[in-house]
């Protein structure tokens, strides 16, 4: 126990190192705009205590991995909690791959948090140690989780960059219908990201206040033969329950603005694991989004990409459009071995098939098939610059959907997860 405790403060510290990484690095990229002596020196000794923040956080981050891994017995990448976290540390090592080969500072200014916003995104799932389920207890959870997991953080660099690119090219000064429409879908963006922020606020907010709603929820199955049978559990909320369980009633819940019940009940048809709880986070996700966004729109008077804009401009756009195909090439193929390849392999060793049309399943394949017509489109169509740069950017929303999305609305055997 005593291992898996310093496995946690030494994540903990991990996280916090992120944190101070991104600054450094922001501080790197805005002094050297705003500096009046030498910029460039300004931005190399920035950029290096940058880089040298974020290779110790990565350290942590690794042997917090090492740790968990032989306090637990095994892998930690079973449950949602573990895969995010290894997630955040492959995207970080992509990070560190691409950083050692173009030395741009601007890309840990972008890439870190989406590595700080995976790991507080972690952080919503239990943390405990969890024996593993017969179908994962097998040499191959090691090879598959964690080689698709490297190849998807590859497409989260490729993402961050051809965010930036975009907000490097957007002209917020022209005022044509094209050029609208470019400002208003690059804010779309800054939008989500606000969201996702707002969904953190939310569940650790509520979480700190030590909000709780339990609910007494009825599940009724019928088997093949037609016989009907009923199974009842509780679920606890820890935000407060705009959508209730399915067929359930209140048990005790704590007081927020006079509700005595959820306004309003889950769908039925909405059956991934913890559904209505996820349901309910996210809904709270997007108003506390919302809330977030149009406080730092009153603040700034602009819109968000626009104050960001001139962060991008000491950076040439080609190479940002370059690097993030390079990124995105190298997580290709190794996203391919893990995802599928290996994938089939382990299915066919589980379940004795090499292909059951699983959501999961099916989500990484359309995956797969969405890189590979960026490839394409990239290589024998030329799409280059801006094209080339939304399709990266969207190509990583499909990424996220597929390791969060598909949990919540649907329901297969790759539904391991559960939620604090």
Partial sequence: MSLLNF?????????????????????????????NRDPKAHLQRWGRISFIVSLL??????????????GGGHIPTSNMYEFMTFLAMAIMFAFIVVYAIYRKPLIGMF???????????????????????????????????TTAAIGEAFFGVGFALGLMYLLR????????????????AI??????????????????????????????????????????SSEIADVTYTTPPIFKPYNSHVTSMDSFLGMKDGLFETPHWMKGVD?????????????SGLVLYGLIR??????????????????????????????????????????????????????????????????????????TAFLHLRLSRGWHGTKSAWLGVIGFIVVMFTLVGVNLVLVGLHSYAGVD
């Fill in 275 to 287: 559904a209505a709880r996820k349901l309910n986070t996210i809904v709270w996700s997007i108003i």
């Fill in 298 to 371: 009153l603040v700034i008077r602009k819109p968000i990409a626009a104050v960001i804009q001139p962060l991008t401009r000491a950076i040439d756009p080609d190479d940002l459009d370059e690097i993030s195909y390079r990124a995105i090439a190298i997580g290709y193929p190794i996203f391919t071995l893990g995802a599928l390849i290996f994938a089939m392999i382990w299915a066919y060793e589980a379940w004795s098939r090499f292909w059951g049309w699983d959501p999961k399943e099916v989500w990484a394949l359309i995956t797969w098939l969405y890189y």
């Fill in 111 to 145: 890439t870190l948090p989406l590595v700080v916003v995976i790991v507080a995104y972690a952080a919503v799932f239990p943390q405990e140690v969890q024996p593993l389920i017969p179908a994962l207890d097998s040499y191959w959870l090691k090879i598959h989780v």
């Fill in 187 to 228: 804010e779309m963006v800054m939008l989500v990201g606000v969201i996702l922020i707002g969904f953190l606020v939310s569940v650790f907010a509520f979480r700190a206040a030590g909000y709780e709603a339990t609910f007494s929820q009825e599940t009724v199955r019928i088997s093949d033969s037609g016989v009907e």
């Fill in 7 to 35: 496995s946690s403060d030494i994540f903990l510290a991990a996280f916090f190192l992120y944190c101070f990484g991104f600054i450094f690095y922001a501080v790197a990229v805005a002094g050297a705009r705003f500096s």
């Fill in 57 to 70: 956080g990565f350290l942590c981050h690794l042997a917090f991995f090492i740790t968990r891994w032989i």
């Fill in 169 to 184: 090219t957007v002209n917020f000064k022209e005022t044509g219908h094209k050029a609208r429409k470019a400002q208003r």
